[in-house]
């Protein structure tokens, strides 16, 4: 997976550097017009945006908070708290990934074209989902994680 | 139950997902689940809406911003920065302290980013300076406050984002904050140079006439490449050139070359590392930015905005007494969420009220980059701080009370001088028109 993202992400961002670039230079330096360009962008714009933010999940280096933390002695407290989380976390995201899907549907139906390329915008719509459902099953992922360190935890105590 | 109410608990249910650490898209998704479920609510034309803003070309800029500056921070400039300021002030008790201000705040224009800044002149700067005779605590608290310059110096990720949510120009939003980011520049070498006479200093031996030129030529010289980076983004967007997107896209291809064959630093597998870094960084940034806008769509259309204005002003409607108030609302806000979620949590909230009591969105912009800019080295949320400590390995105990005079002597003032003296915020955007 790491490898995966790695390549992908830095694909995605490079193309999108190097789209603009090349926007910059016919626009401004040859003067002759690129006609779809801007529409084009929205792809790889998007799936990075949403693939940005599955690895994020993957790395549980989503931005956070943490206030409880600071007032919080031990490591077990902040191991509940953060099953409280995680649970809330996959809860919300649930619900968003829902809705996610419905737009996807909607997405599908439609079958919106691009202006000047006609390019089917659902390759770019369905980023959202897509993205959702992934950051759903990584939130979900560190709260079965997180709940049996927990729940190891408890049974270590209650052995000791 | 009345909509405002609703509207209240759902910014309620959004900081009681913050302060147990859920991660902030989910915490805007959360207060918008509220909102929808108890409030009448729709997500249906909301989700449309909201992948609609997020392929605005315009936001481009900030995943491009960040690759530039993370590629030039991975390409070793900072030591090239280092040098090139410490030729003009090195030799001065206290010179140290200054090099640091004024490296972050050059970084900080490169970067756009404050974690940027103190990851990539931490590492040279903490040592060195604990070294020279500064203590450890102090230096880091002076690096990582000196890194938060890099929110207000131009181009500023957040300053885009306060652009776009407020539908303000965002080239007058970088000029706001560069007046009191120069400010706050000035008044930590200030307070750098005063405290500085306390610690025990080890000073540079004096130099030759002719080793000094010798030396300022090597240093500038071997700046210089970097030094022409916000030449080229700034020159580039207020010349007219460029818009922000293009001038950021042209400062990634330009930070290549110069990371891979002139400061050598970049290789493929650290450029690679950059890419995937900015790449999750961005993500992380654009899917919380998505939920919050959807939020504040739902709150301007049940128009919370106008009945917070109102509420306001019911109990009291002088500016000065409001302007305080709302410093010590961000101030409080930004103790807690980072500067991105901060203002686009609060600016469409109170831009109405601002623009009531005739704050210019600009100024406003200023105001809120300060404040936030002040929230990353305030604990609990003090992010940059935090990162600081974890480069200058010390202790919590040794950075808080360097860290509190700084922002004492820098932070508070500034503050509160953007918000009653205009000038300083809209003095640069005046000159260009803005």
Redesign the interface.
Known sequence: MERFFKYTLTILISTVAAMQFYQVVMRYILEIPVMGLEETMVYPTLWLYFLGSVNASREDTQIKANVLDVFLKTDRARLIVRVMADTMSVVVSSWLTYWSYEYFRYALRVWKESPTLYIPTFYAECSVFIGLVMMTAYAAFFLVKNFRKLTSSQQAEQGA | MEIVTISLISLGILIF???????????F??A??TMCLFGGAT??GT??WG?TQ??N?VL?CI??FV?AGTIMSESGIAASLLRFVNVFVGRIRGGLGVVASVSCAIIGAISGSGLTGVAATGPLLIPEMAEKGYPRGYATALVANSSILGLLIPPSVTMIIYGWVTDTSILACFLATLGPGLLITFLFCVVNLVMARKFPLILDPPKTPAEAVKEGVTCTSRAIPALIMPVIILGGIYGG??TP??A???A??YALPVGFLIYKGLTFST???A??N???????????II?SLMLSQIFVMEDVPQALVEGVFTITTNKILLLILINFLLFFIGM???D??AIILIAPLLLPLMEAIGVSPVQFAAIMGVNTAMGGVT???ASILYLGMRIGKVEFSEVIKPAMILIICGYVPVVFLTSLWPSLSLFFPSLFGY
């Open positions: 997902l913050l302060s147990f650490g859920v991660p902030l898209p989910y915490c998704g959360g918008l689940m997500m249906k989700m449309v992948y997020l392929s070309p481009l995943p491009l690759f050139i460029m997107t293009e950021a896209a042209v990634v291809i450029f690679l590392e890419a995937k900015s790449a999750t960084a961005v993500g992380a940034i654009m899917v919380m939920f807690i969420v980072n991105v979620t604990p609990p949320y």
